[in-house]
Nanobody
Framework: QVQLVESGGGLVQAGGSLRLSCAAA????????MGWYRQAPGKERELVAT???????NYADSVKGRFTISRGDAKNTVYLQMNSLKPEDTAVYYC??????????WGQGTQVTVSS
């Protein structure tokens, strides 16, 4: 029913920038929290950043000062502006949306590759 559609991934050089977008389609409600997670080869999926419906944000220490999460004007839309990218940021990035009553949903993932 609900699908999270992601875009914006790609290949960039170290120091470059990317902007990821995620929009929830098919929902009849607003999500309480949305965010981004990432998973690199051989590693567990980890939190990158989240934002609540009230605008409260949370960032992993490794991306603080470089990444910015925000909500769009469209319903259930979230963005991740990634600046000063490092090779260690290379991973598949997943959009996440959560509602207390209806549960959570994952996007299909978008590849971000940062070359040195």
């Amino acid at each position: 029913q609900v699908q999270l559609v992601e875009s914006g991934g790609g290949l960039v050089q170290a120091g470059g920038s990317l902007r990821l977008s995620c929009a929830a389609a098919g929902s009849t409600f607003s999500f309480d929290k949305m965010g981004w997670y990432r998973q690199a080869p051989g590693k567990e999926r980890e939190l990158v950043a989240t934002i609540t419906s009230g605008g409260i944000t949370n960032y992993a220490d490794s991306v603080k000062g470089r990444f910015t999460i925000s909500r769009g004007d469209a319903k259930n839309t979230v963005y991740l502006q990634m600046n000063s990218l490092k090779p260690e940021d290379t991973a598949v990035y997943y959009c996440r949306a959560f509602h207390t009553r209806y549960g959570g949903y994952w996007g299909q993932g978008t590849q971000v590759t940062v070359s040195s």
